[in-house]
């Protein structure tokens, strides 16, 4: 069974996928979780914020076991990325457009007023930049090439949660999985040309 | 002399570029932009939201502008993104990373709470994917695809001032239009390889 602890934090990040983190009330998320607000603050003693940085953290790294457990299963590298993309498409279309991920909400809203949970979401960003960079390198793509990349894969997703989301259609996600798989196939094959020809000099 | 109408909206954007929508209140709206409550609900009788309506339409047309300035400017198609992407990184650092747009903000905290700021940002967003499919379009590439490449063009841009403000670090931004570039200059010759090919035959 879960703890309490995890549940707070579980209830925590359901209630900012909807509502966000200024919209969000430690009443809320009593309600949702069914802990009290004492308990709340047991478990918290910075209150909303730091709930939300541990929220944000643990958010991150489920989001990072799932692009890796998403790559591994892929027919091939570029596919990992429009399977990515097709499976994000799948969680709005069945959660009806609520967003599948609090962490860039939480960034925008909170980045010039809270220095913890930046921190926190730039660890979860960075995370994921570094799965996806390591991804892409172990495919064949040069390293300073495959940092932009995954740099552009992550920026891609966030993005797409706002326009997916504002307009209640997933057809960007798929042209985002088809646009970045093109990427990927085109900086392995640059990468083995280069290769290639310092071979054969 | 900028109207009463103007000044409020143009305070409140600068408000919620900083704190976002759930975060700001009528009373920081009545304090950055010198009016009244009363003269607030004057001007927008439906209050925050209405006011919101109106800042996102606001906004939303500058940066179309924007963009149709930047492109028009460019010293070629793919160009066009390399600058937006650099000038964007530029606002980033000249105003310590404020969040440059906060369409992308509002739309995350209120795509399931409410309608009228939806449709606003969903208007927004469509105009500029409608801009930038419009300038690839000209530049030769095929309407289907030029669609693909505006969305995420314009997804790229929401996500990547979510990155950049939370890193604090403007790099990925210039990495984003690097890879939009090379997305574009691909487009563009495989459109030439089709058309040549259907010629030839």
Known sequence: MASTRD??????????????YNGTSLSQISKASGATIGSIYHFFPGGKESLAVAVVDATGEVYRELF??????????AGAYVDFFSGAAAVLEESD?????PI??????VANSSEPLRQAADRA??????????????????PD???????????TVEGMFVLT????????????????AALVEQAIEDTA?????AGSK
């Open 104 to 109: 860039g909400t939480i960034a925008r809203e």
């Open 97 to 101: 457009f609520v967003d599948p991920c």
């Open 7 to 20: 549940r707070i934090i579980v209830a925590t990040n359901e209630v900012f996928r909807r509502y966000g």
């Open 165 to 180: 989301r504002t307009r209640r259609d997933t057809a960007p996600l798929h042209a985002a999985g088809r646009q970045l």
């Open 68 to 77: 890796e457990a998403i790559a591994a299963d892929a027919e091939s590298p």
């Open 193 to 197: 040309d280069v290769r290639a020809s």
């Open 145 to 155: 090439v495959a940092g932009e990349l995954a740099t552009v894969f992550v920026s």
């Open 125 to 142: 960003f960075q995370s994921w930049i570094d799965a996806a960079r390591t991804h892409l390198t172990a495919a064949g793509v040069r």
